[in-house]
């Protein structure tokens, strides 16, 4: 089955910087690929998504990036704020809709 | 928010005992997918309903059931509570099996002593 594999585990960044988060999947059959942010004792939220047949996707200060070939998808947050911090999730998907997580990643942004 | 809602908030039950969790789907979603959230990880996949029948499920045992209903409302049972069953049970409704966005519910967060 799927294996999603995330790092960092945790990310302290300067108000201001970019963050890079990176996720790695097993399974070549994959298409879909969402990105989740979860702040404390609130649902997972849906940031950003992107399909296998794109390589790039952007959303204002968010962005994710997609390599099928070498299985691998990362999200960028650019020009971090205070509210960005929470953690994050990534998952990967096939046609029929079980995601499986990455093991999220705790983003602390400092002012 | 979405429009997804959960029932009920928080549950404290007795190893051994059976629970029963609630998921409203938000408008127009006919698929639900059941997620366990442990404390510090991702939410592993339960299972997941299409039209009232169960359409995939992961690595859980026969203790986790679920149910989903002619209105797309949804229940998660679990039998013979376990402590490893404490955590945050969330739902998370689409549009249709093959629509690939999910949104998440408030989450019920289980405590098993």
């Known amino acids: 089955g799927e294996n999603v594999e995330q790092h960092p585990s945790t990310l302290s960044v300067q108000e201001g910087d970019s963050a890079v988060i990176k996720c790695t999947y097993s399974d070549s059959a994959s298409n879909y690929f969402p990105w989740y942010k979860q702040e404390l004792g609130k649902r997972p939220q849906l940031i950003i998504d992107?399909?296998?047949?794109?390589g790039e996707k952007k959303d204002q200060r968010i962005a994710v990036t997609l390599n099928k070939t070498a299985k691998h998808f990362s999200l960028h947050i650019t020009e971090t704020q205070p509210e960005d911090s929470a953690v994050y999730f990534c998952?990967?998907?096939?046609?029929?809709?079980?995601?499986?997580f990455g093991a999220g990643t705790q983003v602390v942004v400092t002012p | 928010e979405t429009g997804v809602t959960q029932s009920p908030t928080h549950l404290i039950k007795t190893r051994g005992q059976q629970v029963t969790l609630r998921c409203s789907s938000q408008s127009g979603h006919n698929t639900v997918s059941w997620y366990q959230q442990a404390l510090g990880q991702g939410p592993q996949f339960i299972f997941q309903?299409?039209?009232?029948?169960?359409?995939g499920r992961g690595n859980f045992p026969p203790r986790f059931s679920g149910l989903q209903f002619p209105n797309y409302s949804s229940e998660l049972n679990v039998n013979a509570l376990e402590l490893d069953d404490s955590a945050l049970y969330l739902c998370a409704s689409s549009h249709d099996r093959g629509s690939y966005e999910q949104y998440f519910g408030p989450g019920t967060r289980l405590t098993v002593t």
């Open positions: 992107i399909r296998s047949n794109v």
């Open positions: 309903y299409y039209r009232e029948e169960e359409n």
């Open positions: 998952a990967a998907t096939d046609s029929w809709g079980k995601f499986q």
